[in-house]
């Protein structure tokens, strides 16, 4: 057993011959060095191996998910690497500060040497947004060119394959269909939940009727932005207007799901749902700092360039800054918030539910 494996030495094991000889400047090889080319490698090539990593999370995760009967133990080890890739996502945004230590004519000394390379290149970064489930049909146009445009043939096969075997959201969205505890017994949540809002509408209209501080205008507003169940909350309460939202893209979520990731969101503090409920917040935080690298992302070219042309040909920073504004995934997750009610309003759940989402288990032996 001792003879099994063969010593190594740290810089053989991490390759460091080829990651440190990889950065081959442009502006050396034509004769005009400049110095802050080396960081703007360095700094792309890091993205590029934390990119690598998140795809090596994201991959376990959706394998995790991929089966129609998901193991329950495996929610905390994906809860673990959703708040992984978290983690480099805000590190990939604080990288940029490192990159805006060099100044738009620093960049200006070696730029052109750049033309075509670009950002929008990256085949990990599209891979990621596959993997996490951003919709084709959503995806901006590089150029008026589909995005996959630019890739090889193998590598567009690997994005196509992605979405055909299907993505995070197709996994996340199967596994929320399959929730139990929505019918338990005699307990409908959907028909409680339903007198909830109600009666918590009809107490905060009556609360703002009575209100001796407000204008008529001001009661009109308040009562607009407590929205009732012909609004907001039509698209949980209804299921033909949530259908007809998600046939009019204006929704993606289907109504199942939608229905399950609520009651996870209203009962969260009951042991069983915790993970889920974690679960599910991680999904809404990488989809809110990706568009938060996005946004960051676009400031610093705007910084660099202004209203230049990106060196792919692209609009520049206005392009990154329509990405931000649009290419987000978990959309409708972000929106259940919109569905919450007070934890005082919530509907009671029957004592063996209770049970039931508290690990309870008898002690006594099986006869």
Do not use: C
């Amino acid at each position: 057993m001792a003879g099994k494996y063969s010593t190594i030495h740290y810089h053989s094991y991490l390759k460091l011959d080829k990651i440190t000889g990889a950065q081959e400047l442009r502006s050396v090889e034509v004769g005009q060095p400049a110095h802050e080319e080396m960081l703007f490698i360095i700094t792309h090539q890091a993205y590029e191996l934390w990119f690598k990593q998140i795809i090596h999370e994201l991959r376990s995760v959706l394998k995790m998910f991929a089966d129609d009967d998901v193991d329950e133990r495996n929610i905390g080890t994906a809860v673990g690497r959703l708040q992984r890739t978290e983690q480099i996502i805000d590190l990939l945004v604080n990288q940029i500060g490192i990159m805006e230590t060099m100044t738009p004519l620093d960049f200006l000394d070696f730029r052109a040497y750049l033309f075509p390379a670009s950002g929008f290149q990256s085949f990990q970064f599209r891979m990621i947004e596959a993997l996490l489930g951003l919709p084709e049909v959503k995806r901006m146009t590089y150029n008026n060119h589909h995005y996959a445009a630019f890739f090889p043939e193998d590598q567009k096969g690997v994005l196509e394959g992605i979405y055909k075997d299907g993505t995070l959201f197709d996994a996340i969205q199967d596994w929320l269909e399959r929730t139990p505890f929505i019918k338990h017994g005699n307990f409908d949540f959907l028909k409680e939940y339903d007198t909830a809002v109600r009666d918590m509408i009809k107490k905060e209209q009556a609360a703002i009727d009575v209100s001796d501080y407000l204008t008529d205008q001001e009661k009109t507003m308040r009562k607009k932005m407590l929205g009732d169940t012909n609004t907001y909350f039509q698209a949980v309460l209804d299921k033909d207007a949530h259908d007809k939202l998600v046939a009019d893209g204006e929704l993606r979520l289907s109504y199942d799901a939608t229905v399950a990731a609520l009651f996870i969101q209203l009962y969260r503090d009951q042991p069983i749902l915790h993970l889920p409920f974690m679960l599910l917040i991680n999904l809404i935080d990488i989809d809110a700092k990706l568009t938060t690298w996005r946004h960051r992302h676009a400031q610093m070219v705007l910084r660099m360039l202004g209203k230049k042309v990106g060196t792919g040909g692209s609009s520049g920073h206005q392009y990154l800054a329509d990405t931000a504004k649009k290419h987000h995934i978990f959309t409708d997750l972000h929106n259940i918030s919109t569905l919450l009610i007070p934890r005082s309003s919530l509907p009671a759940l029957p004592d063996d539910l209770v049970k039931d989402l508290s690990f309870y288990y008898s002690n006594i032996n099986p006869a």
